[in-house]
T-cell receptor
Framework: EPEVTQTPSHQVTQMGQEVILRCVPISNHLYFYWYRQILGQKVEFLVSFYNNEISEKSEIFDDQFSVERPDGSNFTLKIRSTKLEDSAMYFC?????????????FGPGTRLTVT | DAKTTQPPSMDCAEGRAANLPCNHSTISGNEYVYWYRQIHSQGPQYIIH???NNETNEMASLIITEDRKSSTLILPHATLRDTAVYYCIAHNTGNQFYFGTGTSLTVIP
């Protein structure tokens, strides 16, 4: 069964450093998403991406964040200058479509630890 | 998306049916009810969704009341691996799935 994959599974970085989290969505999916979950808190939407553009973003997704689809398979989330409060699980998701009933399929997540 | 309300926690004996309720009294006519679960800190896993008819798949059944104000997810024979947080989401179009606090289901041996 096709699945969303994410690398690395765990990333440790120092405050102020840049990190790039990588995702490979399901191959025939056209819509891509990033969510995050701070330990013990809810899963929160960050951004959605379609046709090489951001289609929606939350207030969490400020200028420190960016997303990119650098090739036909990868989807990345970059945090330019990490802060302690960026420590969280980051989940990538993808869906085949956006209208009507559709499922978002999530990857296993990347645990980001900022020290 | 309509707000959903779920009990914070439930227990279920292994092998028995787990019935997880969800209230979505302000749901609009074109919003679907989705269920996801999250095992420990893994990525949310899609379970099932429905609009107004009851639905069944290999994982679970979804019963939606006729007025669509509430629904129940049924895991017919719960196993220890079904221990997870279960999220009920009312969603129409748009990008975001809003995950609330869900129901923490513990399956007891």
């Amino acid at each position: 069964e096709p699945e969303v994959t994410q690398t690395p599974s765990h990333q440790v970085t120092q405050m102020g450093q840049e990190v790039i989290l990588r995702c490979v969505p399901i191959s025939n999916h056209l819509y891509f998403y990033w969510y995050r979950q701070i330990l013990g808190q809810k899963v929160e939407f960050l951004v959605s991406f379609y046709n090489n553009e951001i289609s929606e973003k939350s207030e969490i997704f400020d200028d420190q964040f960016s997303v990119e689809r650098p090739d036909g398979s990868n989807f990345t989330l970059k945090i330019r200058s990490t802060k302690l409060e960026d420590s969280a699980m980051y989940f990538c998701a993808s869906s085949e479509r956006l209208l009507g009933a559709y499922e978002q399929y999530f990857g296993p997540g990347t645990r980001l630890t900022v020290t | 998306d309509a707000k959903t309300t779920q009990p914070p926690s439930m227990d279920c004996a292994e092998g028995r049916a787990a019935n997880l309720p969800c209230n979505h009294s302000t749901i609009s006519g074109n919003e679907y009810v989705y269920w996801y679960r999250q095992i420990h800190s893994q990525g949310p896993q899609y379970i099932i969704h429905g609009l107004k008819n009851n639905e069944t798949n290999e994982m679970a059944s979804l019963i939606i009341t006729e007025d669509r104000k509430s629904s129940t997810l049924i895991l017919p024979h719960a196993t220890l691996r079904d221990t997870a947080v279960y999220y009920c989401i009312a969603h129409n179009t748009g990008n975001q799935f809003y995950f609330g606090t869900g129901t923490s289901l513990t399956v007891i041996p």
